[in-house]
């Protein structure tokens, strides 16, 4: 018998659905957002690699198959999107969703073109199904190690594939099925090449299970049953939420928007030491300073690389990233490319800091959204300044502004040129995106100038104590 769960989750990826207004938008923004993480990453020596083995894949980011198949799309797509951590973010299921589901979309409009005006509620579906599994495993699953931008992943990519196929329900279960036989993605991968090729694979495996579904292949018909995908992934203390109370919804205002090309859970950090080095007009950290850092105990667990050999690396080290901002402001593709990460003026900053953690319970907290990120800058007994952050800068409770959001399309675009690509400029890019891909059209943001800096939207406040502060001042 088929449980409940899967029975509404079936008929919920079947469904036809009408996105509102804000959730299009929204849509359009996973879809240029990623596709501008695709061109960034394209040129990525993992792409190149992975290219150079198969013959027939697509020949520009985003572009036609050449001849190769939708999957070889999905895939090369997906590992360039994901290539240089520059992709969106799902706090709740701690997962990259739309690198996983946007490339296989992509790559079904490829061949069928009747498609295309499916994948934005295809896209909406898919994040929808992506939230609803990261709610009941909880973050005891992403803390257990598994990277669930894969494992969550393919069973997204598979549903939004099945609703732009315009599956039925037993179909969709089918494609939940073949798609589940093959999640799989190790956080210990995170700082290699691998870690982005498991991003790919969840496209490929997902975009392969609804085809496969579509033409009739079976799986088990309810793979949510016991002994199935909850009991194998769930964490130590089993599942984190009750899958009968769990209702997949359209809400693709819940997506953040990443604003610096490294592990999301940097952001905060790097927020705290750009409003440091703004703080004190680009003096930060004097000589004979230390920079005390603490953080949420989970906040660590994948940022693993304490000094980074290279770009890739420095994604995932905590001090770097803080280092960086504190030097000179600003976060963006050039840190994590070429010598960058061995800078003597970032590494002297990086030998001052020291990293604090407080513990916490798995079962205190969904996804990663959660706790705060205080540091603080002392000479000898003087407190210098401090700063505590608690809300991700690009995430629903500090939302990136149109202006930041063209400035990281812009950085994306002016990597692929750096790299020998031809980009036009992002306001074309995003004008003629929208346009083919049947998306709202663009509209116009404020004059430069108009814009406030994300991260200098307000002058922050001196460290008070919780019962001072509003909930404006304690989320900076």
Same mark, same amino acid.
């Given at each position: #018998?088929?449980?409940? =769960?899967t029975?509404?989750l079936?008929?919920?990826?079947a469904?036809?659905?009408?996105?509102?207004?804000?959730?299009?938008?929204?849509?359009?923004?996973?879809?240029?957002?990623?596709?501008?993480?695709?061109?960034?990453?394209?040129h990525?020596p993992?792409?190149?690699?992975?290219?150079?083995?198969? $013959?027939?894949?697509?020949?520009? *980011?985003?572009?036609?198959?050449?001849?190769?198949s939708?999957?070889?799309? $999905?895939?090369l797509?997906?590992?360039?999107?994901h290539?240089?951590?520059f992709?969106d973010?799902?706090?709740?299921?701690?997962?990259h969703?739309?690198v996983?589901i946007?490339?296989?979309?992509?790559?079904?409009?490829?061949?069928?073109?009747d498609?295309v005006?499916?994948?934005?509620p295809?896209?909406?579906?898919?994040?929808a199904?992506?939230?609803?599994?990261?709610q009941?495993?909880g973050?005891?699953?992403?803390?257990?190690?598994?990277?669930a931008?894969?494992?969550?992943?393919?069973?997204?990519?598979?549903?939004?594939?099945?609703?732009?196929?315009? &599956?039925?329900?037993?179909?969709?279960?089918?494609?939940?099925s073949?798609a !589940?036989?093959?999640?799989?993605?190790?956080?210990?991968?995170?700082?290699a #090449?691998?870690?982005?090729?498991?991003?790919?694979?969840?496209?490929?495996?997902g975009?392969?299970?609804?085809? #496969?579904?579509e033409?009739?292949i079976?799986?088990?018909?309810?793979?949510?049953?016991?002994?199935? =995908?909850?009991?194998?992934?769930?964490?130590p203390?089993?599942i984190?939420a009750?899958?009968?109370a769990?209702?997949?919804?359209?809400d693709l205002?819940? @997506?953040?928007?990443? &604003?610096?090309?490294c592990?999301?859970?940097?952001?905060? #950090?790097?927020?705290?030491?750009?409003?440091?080095?703004?703080?004190?007009?680009?003096?930060?950290?004097?000589?004979?300073?230390?920079?005390?850092?603490?953080?949420?105990?989970?906040?660590m667990?994948?940022l693993? @690389?304490?000094? *980074?050999?290279?770009g890739?690396q420095?994604?995932f080290?905590?001090?770097?990233?803080?280092?960086?901002?504190?030097?000179q402001?600003?976060v963006?593709?050039?840190?994590?490319?070429?010598?960058?990460?061995?800078?003597?003026?970032?590494?002297?900053l990086?030998?001052?800091?020291s990293?604090?953690t407080?513990?916490?319970?798995?079962?205190d907290?969904v996804?990663?959204?959660h706790?705060?990120?205080h540091?603080r800058l002392?000479?000898?007994?003087?407190?210098?300044?401090?700063?505590?952050?608690?809300a991700?800068?690009g995430?629903p409770?500090?939302?990136?502004?149109?202006? $930041?959001?063209?400035?990281?399309?812009?950085?994306c675009?002016?990597?692929?040129?750096?790299d020998?690509g031809?980009?036009?400029?992002?306001?074309?890019?995003?004008r003629? &995106?929208?346009m083919r891909l049947?998306?709202?059209?663009?509209?116009? !943001?404020?004059?430069?100038?108009?814009?406030?800096?994300?991260?200098?939207q307000?002058?922050p406040?001196?460290?008070?104590?919780?019962?001072d502060?509003?909930?404006?001042?304690?989320?900076?």
């Open positions: #018998m088929v449980s409940d =769960f029975t509404r079936s008929r919920f990826v469904a036809p659905h009408r996105l509102s207004d804000a959730d299009a938008e929204q849509a359009a923004l996973c879809v240029e957002d990623t596709i501008a993480a695709i061109y960034g990453g394209w990525e993992v792409v190149r690699r992975l290219a150079a083995l198969d $013959a027939g894949g697509p020949a520009v *980011p985003a572009g036609d198959t050449e001849g190769g939708p999957e070889q799309a $999905a895939f797509n997906a590992v360039a999107g290539a240089l951590d992709d973010v799902h706090t709740v299921s701690v997962t969703p739309s996983v946007v490339p296989a979309l992509l790559a079904i409009a490829d061949v069928r073109p498609t005006d499916r994948i934005a295809a896209l909406a579906v898919g994040t199904v992506n939230v609803a599994l990261g009941i495993l973050f005891d699953h992403y803390n257990k190690g598994w990277h931008t894969s494992t969550i992943g393919v069973l997204a990519s598979a549903a939004a594939v099945a609703h732009q196929l315009g &599956l039925g329900d037993d179909a969709v279960r089918n494609a939940l073949l !589940a036989s093959l999640a799989g993605g190790m956080q210990i991968n995170f700082g #090449m691998a870690k982005p090729i498991q991003a790919g694979n969840a496209a490929l495996v975009l392969r299970a609804a085809r #496969m579904a033409a009739g079976t799986g088990a018909p309810d793979i949510f049953a016991a002994r199935g =995908f909850f009991d194998l992934y769930a964490g203390d089993g984190a009750d899958p009968a769990v209702e997949p919804w359209i205002g819940t @997506v953040s928007r990443k &604003l610096y090309p592990c999301y859970l940097t952001h905060r #950090m790097i927020a705290a030491g750009r409003h440091l080095h703004a703080e004190r007009g680009g003096e930060a950290v004097p000589q004979g300073s230390v920079i005390e850092m603490t953080v949420p105990e989970s906040v667990v994948p693993h @690389v304490t000094d *980074p050999k290279d890739m420095a994604k080290c905590a001090a770097y990233t803080l280092a960086v901002a504190l030097h402001d600003r963006g593709l050039v840190d994590f490319e070429g010598d960058s990460p061995h800078r003597p003026a970032v590494r002297r990086m030998d001052m800091i990293i604090q407080t513990p916490e319970s798995g079962r907290h996804g990663v959204d706790g705060t990120v540091v002392r000479k000898g007994n003087v407190t210098l300044a401090e700063i505590s952050v608690a991700h800068p995430s409770s500090d939302p990136a502004t149109p202006a $930041a959001i063209g400035d990281k399309i812009a950085d675009l002016a990597k692929y040129r750096r020998g031809a980009a036009p400029p992002a306001s074309a890019f995003r003629d &995106l929208r049947h998306l709202p059209p663009l509209r116009e !943001a404020a004059a430069p100038g108009r814009q406030k800096d994300h991260a200098r307000d002058k406040e001196k460290k008070m104590s919780s019962a502060q509003t909930p404006s001042e304690r989320t900076v």
